[in-house]
């Protein structure tokens, strides 16, 4: 039985905006259980021109229970929505707007931009408050942002969180955490369709009970010892954690592909060319196959020819949600264990939604070039640590960093250079399922902190034992932890989590 019964009317809609409506409230009500929204029927509402009249609204409409109008014309101040306590309106029009800076966006936009206003103007009812209530003047990533340049709106959609700042209102105004939790699957959602994916109904299992149990009985494996420096430094939460794709490899992470090609894990970093060889020919029926490099120079060059074979705009995206985008049916211990850690960051260079998944609701995920979102979030003093995907995420193409071409792109980004070598000379960092064979930013990143010299940003890094001399002798100044098997991996992680105040 749904706690909260919210009524919809609608205003000016035509057939297609109709259908819309009826699929979003599809998945508003998959989402969560706990708001029911009903429709109503239709209304007029004060116009100004050929627009609806906000102003005039909020003194004629004066409902006992809350009503949200839904019109698929314009607004005349051209916001998207406005909520007035227990009266809320939500515009269908112009939604493209949000994402003009795109080159391109997935077929579900609309459907995130529109479920993304009932997200909105709800948790403005339930607080019992307006528009400038919560608002957030600068663009952080958070429901209640602004966005006063539109295309920013794009942003507030993939990232899709609740700022502790609004949370700590909501709690102060009477909204439960059921409540909360509630408006946050719903932006869940949001990022899944903004992201280009559809929606999970049934995300996988969280299984706090088991993490528990595996944190408590934890014991470090075999001779393996944690540097005094690494367990102070977390207790401390000054480390950032940085995620390989190695992580997605562990052998309780479950992935479900396709039958096109036939794939039943992720691939490894050296894999990619044989898989984007298996796009070409899939895609553009022409058989190209992955030249043996010495370099990784030749390396990131050959990803380059695959990306133009198969067309920067036309199959390349295609063929990267592809390789990175398998439903995820069990993350695996190791990377839920991640986020139980006393940690400020997580980075990750793996494009694959496996991190994603072990999140708990309400972490944002940002990408590099959210870069200057993801430095505010963690400057107000969230208590989620973020998901940054510091190479891009597999559904937005705009995003990836995988070739020559695309390394220098992000060269480029001021406001991710300086946020990696703020991290990275700052924070304690430790490396998780990491190679050390492909980041190129990374390898500049390690190098600028080693050569500033930062007493604080001190590096460890969890490997196979057999990886360990080459890490060590290419990077002198990363402490190497060394284990012996896949499964000692999670082990140590819990150990990490149990002695240093993790939850």
Same mark, same amino acid.
Request: with cysteine.
């Given at each position: 039985?749904?706690?909260?019964?919210?009524?919809?009317?609608?205003?000016?809609?035509?057939?297609?905006?109709?259908?819309?409506?009826?699929?979003?409230?599809?998945?508003?009500?998959?989402?969560?259980?706990?708001?029911?929204?009903? *429709?109503?029927?239709?209304?007029?509402?004060?116009?100004?021109?050929?627009?609806?009249?906000?102003?005039?609204?909020?003194?004629?409409?004066?409902?006992?229970?809350?009503?949200?109008?839904?019109?698929?014309?314009?607004?005349?101040?051209?916001?998207?929505?406005?909520?007035?306590?227990?009266?809320?309106?939500?515009?269908?029009?112009?939604?493209?707007?949000?994402?003009?800076?795109?080159?391109?966006?997935?077929?579900?936009?609309?459907?995130?931009?529109?479920?993304?206003?009932?997200?909105?103007?709800?948790?403005?009812?339930?607080?019992?408050?307006?528009?400038?209530?919560?608002?957030?003047?600068?663009?952080?990533?958070?429901?209640?942002?602004?966005?006063?340049?539109?295309?920013?709106?794009?942003?507030?959609?993939?990232?899709?969180?609740?700022?502790?700042?609004?949370?700590?209102?909501?709690?102060?105004?009477?909204?439960?955490?059921?409540?909360?939790?509630?408006?946050?699957?719903?932006?869940?959602?949001?990022?899944?369709?903004?992201?280009?994916?559809?929606?999970?109904?049934?995300?996988?299992?969280?299984?706090?009970?088991?993490?528990?149990?595996?944190?408590?009985?934890?014991?470090?494996?075999?001779?393996?010892?944690?540097?005094?420096?690494?367990?102070?430094?977390?207790?401390?939460?000054?480390?950032?954690?940085?995620?390989?794709?190695?992580?997605?490899?562990?052998?309780?992470?479950?992935?479900?592909?396709?039958?096109?090609?036939?794939?039943?894990?992720?691939?490894?970093?050296?894999?990619?060319?044989?898989?984007?060889?298996?796009?070409?020919?899939?895609?553009?029926?022409?058989?190209?196959?992955?030249?043996?490099?010495?370099?990784?120079?030749?390396?990131?060059?050959?990803?380059?020819?695959?990306?133009?074979?198969?067309?920067?705009?036309?199959?390349?995206?295609?063929?990267?949600?592809?390789?990175?985008?398998?439903?995820?049916?069990?993350?695996?211990?190791?990377?839920? *264990?991640?986020?139980?850690?006393?940690?400020?960051?997580?980075?990750?260079?793996?494009?694959?939604?496996?991190?994603?998944?072990?999140?708990?609701?309400?972490?944002?995920?940002?990408?590099?070039?959210?870069?200057?979102?993801?430095?505010?979030?963690?400057?107000?003093?969230?208590?989620?640590?973020?998901?940054?995907?510091?190479?891009?995420?597999?559904?937005?193409?705009?995003?990836?960093?995988?070739?020559?071409?695309?390394?220098?792109?992000?060269?480029?980004?001021?406001?991710?250079?300086?946020?990696?070598?703020?991290?990275?000379?700052?924070?304690?960092?430790?490396?998780?399922?990491?190679?050390?064979?492909?980041?190129?930013?990374?390898?500049?990143?390690?190098?600028?902190?080693?050569?500033?010299?930062?007493?604080?940003?001190?590096?460890?890094?969890?490997?196979?034992?057999?990886?360990?001399?080459?890490?060590?002798?290419?990077?002198?100044?990363?402490?190497?932890?060394?284990?012996?098997?896949?499964?000692?991996?999670?082990?140590?992680?819990?150990?990490?989590?149990?002695?240093?105040?993790?939850?």
């Amino acid at each position: 039985m749904a706690r909260h019964q919210m009524n919809l009317f609608i205003h000016a809609m035509d057939e297609t905006q109709m259908n819309q409506l009826k699929q979003v409230l599809e998945l508003f009500h998959q989402a969560q259980d706990v708001i029911e929204l009903t *429709l109503r029927g239709e209304r007029q509402l004060p116009r100004y021109g050929n627009r609806v009249n906000w102003d005039q609204m909020v003194p004629e409409i004066q409902p006992e229970t809350p009503e949200i109008y839904i019109t698929g014309d314009g607004l005349a101040d051209n916001w998207f929505t406005h909520t007035h306590q227990k009266i809320a309106i939500i515009s269908m029009r112009d939604w493209e707007v949000a994402f003009l800076d795109d080159d391109q966006y997935p077929i579900a936009a609309p459907d995130a931009n529109l479920l993304l206003s009932f997200a909105l103007v709800i948790f403005l009812i339930l607080i019992n408050g307006t528009d400038y209530d919560v608002v957030h003047e600068r663009t952080i990533g958070c429901l209640c942002d602004l966005c006063a340049h539109k295309p920013d709106r794009a942003i507030k959609m993939r990232t899709a969180f609740i700022c502790n700042r609004c949370r700590k209102l909501a709690s102060q105004s009477g909204v439960s955490a059921v409540e909360l939790d509630a408006i946050q699957a719903v932006c869940e959602c949001v990022r899944a369709l903004a992201l280009g994916r559809t929606p999970q109904t049934h995300a996988p299992k969280a299984q706090e009970d088991v993490l528990d149990n595996f944190i408590e009985d934890s014991i470090l494996p075999g001779k393996i010892t944690i540097p005094i420096r690494l367990m102070e430094a977390c207790r401390e939460k000054r480390v950032t954690v940085v995620v390989g794709s190695g992580l997605s490899l562990q052998n309780d992470v479950r992935i479900i592909y396709g039958d096109k090609f036939g794939w039943t894990r992720l691939p490894s970093w050296s894999e990619v060319p044989q898989r984007l060889s298996r796009a070409v020919k899939y895609y553009r029926n022409k058989t190209i196959e992955p030249r043996d490099v010495e370099t990784l120079e030749e390396f990131l060059t050959d990803l380059d020819y695959f990306r133009t074979v198969l067309g920067e705009k036309m199959y390349y995206p295609r063929a990267i949600f592809d390789i990175f985008t398998p439903k995820i049916e069990n993350p695996g211990l190791a990377n839920r *264990l991640i986020y139980r850690l006393p940690i400020q960051w997580i980075l990750t260079t793996n494009y694959d939604f496996v991190l994603s998944y072990s999140a708990p609701p309400g972490t944002p995920v940002f990408t590099w070039r959210e870069a200057m979102q993801a430095r505010e979030y963690i400057d107000s003093g969230n208590y989620h640590p973020p998901l940054l995907k510091i190479h891009g995420c597999a559904s937005r193409a705009d995003t990836i960093v995988l070739t020559k071409s695309e390394y220098r792109q992000l060269g480029e980004h001021a406001e991710y250079l300086s946020l990696m070598n703020t991290v990275f000379q700052s924070q304690v960092v430790l490396f998780l399922g990491f190679g050390f064979s492909d980041p190129l930013d990374i390898d500049s990143a390690i190098r600028q902190a080693e050569l500033a010299g930062a007493a604080q940003g001190e590096k460890f890094a969890l490997l196979p034992i057999e990886k360990a001399n080459a890490i060590q002798e290419k990077f002198a100044n990363i402490h190497v932890i060394t284990y012996e098997q896949h499964d000692d991996l999670p082990k140590i992680i819990a150990h990490l989590v149990k002695n240093t105040g993790g939850h």
